[in-house]
């Protein structure tokens, strides 16, 4: 047995354990980004980045709509379930009752958000500061419903989960004149990091010991940056695909920095690219029937309102399918991608 067979059994074995005594590994799960991770924080702004209606949700157990940018549930959601809770982090702008429902953690996540605040306010979501700043209103109730020391337990030993970048590229960069000739894509990809170091000092001086960070996916694999950028090739964009995987390396590396410079922080990288992109360049060997196509409407480039009850062409049966639209894998893909992000996360919870 290779050596991270062996790690994942140990961290398989110690799961169920903790399951069987109905105990989550970790007292609470935060999580901060993107549509990946938003789970209906964007159903009440002024926003057009929304997905709280049809077919969005339809495979979840109650079939309806939650916010989430999926046919059923994100990698997160299998994250929370893999840590042991049985319900997930709720969107923390949809409680209207707080104290108590924060005590198993908060997703203040905003999908169109990323680690540069200007992509956010272009589409009137919650930038990333922003997010930070609702975590601290949360810090305060939890204070208020536990006590001070109650709560700095939580706040220590749970896991803060980021997911974001992905906007900043897709939504921002590639199609924004004042970015694109401005920056090169690597020095876009500086002014991220620097943006990520501060959010990572900013949490860390809240408390976070324990935070995984997903890295950028293939973004040149998703089947609306194939249809917008692939010249009709109907195959991954190599530069964008290249441009996340430089991201990803400097992600890497300052990240091996910020956990030597600040002490007890656990910093996990959590790399969704080579485990997206083997299930879109080997999708039988993985299950799955469709890797260039969506399932929603035309399957080409629909998300958000794009994607609704009217678009001709939904697929029937979403689990065949990588994708479920044109940015955002579908619940069988989240699947897989949150046994690897189990695996990738062990040392926070070891």
Avoid at 147 to 167: F, M, T
Wanted: glycine share 8%; aromatic share 12%; hydrophobic share 40%.
């Amino acid at each position: 047995m290779g050596s991270s067979s062996y790690f994942f059994t140990s961290l398989l074995l110690v799961v169920v354990f903790n399951l069987a005594k109905g105990q989550p590994l970790v007292p609470a799960l935060f999580i901060f980004g993107d549509s990946v991770v938003d789970v209906g924080n964007n159903n009440h702004l002024y926003t057009i980045v929304k997905a709280n209606f049809p077919p969005y949700g339809r495979d979840l157990k109650n079939h309806n709509p939650t916010g989430r940018f999926c046919n059923g549930k994100l990698a997160s959601d299998y994250t929370a379930e893999n840590l042991g809770f049985t319900s997930y982090p709720p969107a923390y702008l949809n409680l209207k009752a707080k104290g108590n429902n924060l005590l198993n953690g908060a997703n203040f996540a905003s999908a169109a958000s990323g680690y540069y605040d200007p992509t956010a306010k272009l589409y009137h979501a919650i930038p990333l500061s922003q997010q930070l700043e609702h975590y601290k209103e949360c810090q305060n109730i939890l204070v208020g419903t536990v006590g001070q020391s109650n709560a700095s337990s939580i706040i220590s030993g749970s896991i803060y989960l980021i997911s974001a970048g992905n906007s900043d590229f897709i939504q921002n960069y590639y199609i924004n004149p004042l970015l694109y000739k401005v920056y090169t894509a690597d020095q876009f990809s500086d002014i991220l990091l620097q943006s990520y170091v501060t959010f990572i000092q900013n949490i860390y001086a809240l408390g976070a010991r324990k935070i995984g960070v997903t890295t950028l996916p293939p973004m040149g694999c998703l089947p609306a940056t194939i249809t917008l950028f692939g010249s009709d090739s109907n195959q991954c964009v190599v530069k964008l695909n290249n441009d996340a995987i430089n991201f990803n390396k400097k992600l890497n590396t300052t990240s091996q920095s910020l956990q030597k410079s600040l002490s007890g922080l656990k910093l996990a990288i959590l790399d969704i690219y080579q485990p997206l992109y083997d299930l879109v360049t080997k999708s039988s060997e993985n299950g799955f029937f469709e890797a260039r196509k969506a399932c929603c409407g035309t399957g080409l480039l629909e998300t958000s309102v794009l994607c609704n009850q009217k678009s001709i062409g939904t697929c029937a049966n979403a689990s065949e399918y990588v994708f479920w639209d044109g940015f955002h894998p579908s619940e069988a893909a989240n699947k897989v991608l949150s046994d690897d992000l189990l695996a990738a996360g062990i040392s926070l919870i070891s």
